[in-house]
């Protein structure tokens, strides 16, 4: 764990979430062959449960002396109920059964080695090709990233499968503004006037289905902690326009609003245009704002993030912990050009005092009314606008058994076997 943790810490900025899961790390001591204390410089009370995550999973001393790019083309030893035979980035993983495993978690129903041999891990892009491999049998858990659509799952039911769904712990999937390039959203009138713009109501059951759950803060619903700001992210776009006038931003004859012979443009890089995107956009032109959707390769997306180069950003991150969005926003700790861009110098200070103060408080009763304020503060401020709720949504066939989900919504192998 020393090793381990040594590790994390000394990549520095490369690891954006090693930074805040290991917010004010000092060193770690080995006391004997089962004890290791950890020191820290500042309170970290998130960091209990940061060494569950798959940021500081202990890999074997052997990995850590290889280069952050070795490690991420899957040069891994770790240590779990599998081992990674390979793996080739966007194309595949094989992973083969630890046969000496016995030291899961007391959660977990089997003690030993995995039920499964192995598995293979195959990235397939297009929806209806991963639908049909799964009906079809050659695959046995469609997984993607987005959640499957609604008629998508039924063709999985109707074929004798079956869907698990909850929604992701973390960041919500929303935007952060640039406020510091002198861009529009540098007006907090613009931020709190875009706010109202957003129908997530619409969204939600547009981009998704009927019942979708609607986004309502900076944090979905599982995140601990979570407290709903549904009545501050109402979508008013009356409201909207009121606030734009007090801007100074006034409809022109193109439907788009304008100011000193401007028009009042935002710019979202991305590295691919999708339909929320597109749906925003429509929504923004209802009040007069121009959302321009910039896609850029990966290359050249990261840099551009890095050197301010946007008006908004799409952002969320995993994590049972609300102190995860420290490593976006909270300048104190993170290195990300979106805690850098989105906040003035006084909207910084608060920003890090409430993430210290959720650090620095061991109750729960402290925890929450630090991260309370804290959602709210951020939705006041027009600091994060929240899109949607993340679901994670898989389709297993009939064969698959003894599914379940990690306190993060990953995959958990040790109870999962195949009914032949």
Not at 36 to 57: C, Y
Not at 255 to 268: F, M, N, P, S
């Amino acid at each position: 764990m020393k090793t381990a943790y040594d590790a994390t810490f000394a990549l520095g900025a490369k690891s954006l979430l090693g930074l805040t899961y290991l917010a004010g790390y000092k060193s770690s001591t080995v006391v004997d062959p089962k004890t290791v204390r950890v020191d820290f410089a500042t309170p970290n009370a998130a960091f209990l449960q940061a060494t569950s995550t798959t940021t500081l999973a202990v890999l074997s001393p052997e990995t850590y002396r290889l280069s952050p790019e070795e490690r991420c083309a899957g040069k891994v030893i770790g240590s779990g109920p599998f081992t990674l035979d390979n793996y080739t980035a966007a194309t595949a993983a094989h992973l083969t059964k630890r046969k000496d495993y016995a030291w899961p978690s007391k959660l977990v129903k089997n003690q030993g080695a995995a039920y499964l041999d192995a598995i293979d891990v195959k990235y397939i892009k297009e929806d209806s090709v991963r639908v049909g491999s799964l009906t079809s049998g050659s695959i046995d858990i469609a997984w993607p990233r987005l959640p499957i659509s609604e008629a998508d799952q039924q063709v999985i039911r109707s074929s004798g499968g079956s869907i698990v769904s909850r929604p992701l712990p973390g960041i919500s999937n929303g935007y952060l503004p640039n406020v510091v390039k002198g861009g529009p959203l540098a007006d907090l009138k613009v931020r709190q006037a875009l706010q109202k713009s957003i129908d997530r109501q619409s969204y939600a059951s547009t981009i998704f289905w009927k019942d979708y759950p609607v986004v309502s803060g900076p944090f979905d619903s599982t995140t601990p902690f979570a407290a709903g700001q549904a009545a501050q992210l109402a979508y008013d776009p009356a409201g909207a326009g009121q606030l734009l006038d007090q801007a100074g931003w006034t409809l022109g004859p193109d439907k788009y609003r304008h100011k000193g012979g401007k028009k009042l443009t935002l710019v979202q890089p991305t590295t691919s245009s999708n339909p929320g995107d597109q749906l925003l956009q429509d929504q923004f032109k209802k009040v007069g704002i121009d959302l321009q959707i910039k896609v850029l390769t990966s290359a050249q997306y990261q840099p551009a993030v890095a050197a301010g180069n946007f008006d908004l950003v799409a952002t969320y991150y995993t994590r049972a912990d609300p102190s995860v969005l420290g490593s976006v926003l909270d300048q104190s700790i993170s290195k990300a050009g979106t805690a850098t861009y989105s906040q003035d110098p006084a909207t910084a200070k608060q920003v890090s005092a409430l993430f210290a103060k959720g650090l620095g408080s061991v109750e729960d009763e402290g925890r929450s009314a630090a991260y309370g304020d804290l959602q709210k503060y951020l939705v006041e401020q027009g600091v994060t606008f929240p899109t949607y709720e993340r679901v994670q949504v898989a389709g297993l066939s009939a064969k698959v058994k003894g599914f379940s989900w990690t306190s993060e919504a990953f995959l958990r192998t040790n109870d999962l076997w195949l009914d032949r």
